[in-house]
């Protein structure tokens, strides 16, 4: 079975620029985490859909950054505008019901010059 | 609040010896998990262990082994037979409990990352 899928893996903009990372979570899957990866805040969690809902965005930094899961198949991180400190990697996890496990996408490192 | 340390920013090990990766955390609630993950140089999160608070036994994955001390609030990582392909940075996370509305969110420690020498 495939895994979380994330894309782009690499994407490289200018400040300002508005920013789509993509992820696929495992099909059957009901819960879907994005985290965000730095060297000073290490890894962080952003937001969590249930259901396609979105459950807690307590994480999300500010209102630049948003996301949306349409489907089950499904969710977007966007950043609009981006700025050189979202340069991270950002990790998509999915996983079922009361779960003793997350599985994680390969990540979109992002850089914002 | 609840949080995870680890105090061991970097470790080294010989190939083939036991190493002891530590986590302790800290939680009023009675009801959580704790996770290992690890995270080689290629950048993916791998899923390596859980272990319940309710959960008498230690757990145990192949070289892998968690020495959970609750009274002690810690959850060490113990891998056996070290290899090459085990140098990563390794992460410690624990999860809240959740409620009807609420899953319970993946705290993370701020990693140890393990070398290990031929």
């Known amino acids: 079975d495939a895994g979380v899928i994330q894309s782009p893996r690499h994407e490289v903009t200018e400040m300002g620029?508005?920013?789509?990372?993509?992820?696929?979570?495992?099909?059957?899957?009901?819960?879907?985490?994005?985290?965000?990866?730095?060297?000073?805040?290490g890894l962080e969690l952003?937001?969590?859909?249930?259901?396609?809902?979105p459950i807690d965005d307590s994480g999300m930094p500010e209102d630049r950054f948003s996301a949306k899961m349409p489907n089950a198949s499904f969710s977007t991180l966007k950043i609009q505008?981006?700025?050189?400190?979202?340069?991270?990697?950002?990790?998509?996890?999915?996983?079922?019901?009361?779960?003793?496990?997350?599985?994680?996408?390969?990540?979109?490192?992002?850089?914002v010059l | 609040a609840q949080k995870i340390t680890q105090t061991q920013p970097g470790m080294f090990v010989q190939e083939k010896e036991a190493v002891t990766l530590d986590c302790t955390y800290d939680t009023s609630d009675q009801s959580y998990g704790l996770f290992w993950y690890k995270q080689p140089s290629s950048g993916e999160?791998?899923?390596?262990?859980?272990?319940?608070?309710?959960?008498?036994?230690?757990?145990?994955?192949?070289?892998?082994?968690?020495?959970?001390?609750?009274?002690r609030k810690s959850a060490n990582l113990v891998i056996s037979a070290s290899q090459l392909g085990d140098s990563a940075m390794y992460f410690c996370?624990?999860?809240?409990?959740?409620?009807?509305?609420?899953?319970?969110?993946?705290?993370?420690?701020?990693?140890?990352?393990?070398?290990?020498?031929?």
């Open chain 1, 17 to 41: 620029q508005e920013v789509t990372l993509r992820c696929k979570p495992i099909s059957g899957h009901d819960y879907l985490f994005w985290y965000r990866q730095t060297m000073m805040r």
């Open chain 1, 46 to 53: 952003l937001i969590y859909f249930n259901n396609n809902v």
């Open chain 1, 81 to 111: 505008p981006s700025e050189p400190r979202d340069s991270a990697v950002y990790f998509c996890a999915s996983t079922l019901g009361d779960w003793n496990e997350q599985f994680f996408g390969p990540g979109t490192r992002l850089t």
């Open chain 2, 45 to 71: 999160m791998i899923f390596l262990i859980y272990q319940g608070s309710y959960d008498e036994q230690n757990a145990t994955e192949g070289r892998y082994s968690l020495n959970f001390q609750k009274a």
């Open chain 2, 93 to 118: 996370a624990m999860r809240e409990p959740g409620s009807t509305s609420n899953t319970g969110k993946l705290i993370f420690g701020q990693g140890t990352t393990l070398q290990v020498k031929p």
